[in-house]
């Protein structure tokens, strides 16, 4: 009988867009135009490729990841 353990569930965080929710999100290098953020001088700027938002601040969500059970 299986039961519901939470210790053998695995999740993953997915960093989603503020503006659309979008999980499409790119992370901007140096050569993109975000040297500060390359040097960590400030936090990495990300661009959103649904909506086109450009940021640093991106939210991040805790996923479960479903189980592959393979007979």
């Excluded at 999740?11 to 050569?31: D, F, I, N, T």
């Excluded at 960590?40 to 959103?48: D, H, R, S």
Aim: charged fraction near 25%.
């Amino acid at each position: 009988m299986k039961g519901n353990d939470d210790s053998k569930k695995s999740y993953v965080e997915v960093q989603v867009c503020p503006q659309c929710l979008s999980s499409k999100l790119r992370r901007l290098g140096a050569l993109s135009g975000d040297m500060t953020g390359a040097m960590a001088i400030l936090p990495p700027q990300y661009t959103c490729l649904a909506c086109g938002w450009v940021g640093r601040l991106v939210i991040v969500q805790t996923v479960e990841v479903p189980d592959r059970d393979v007979d």
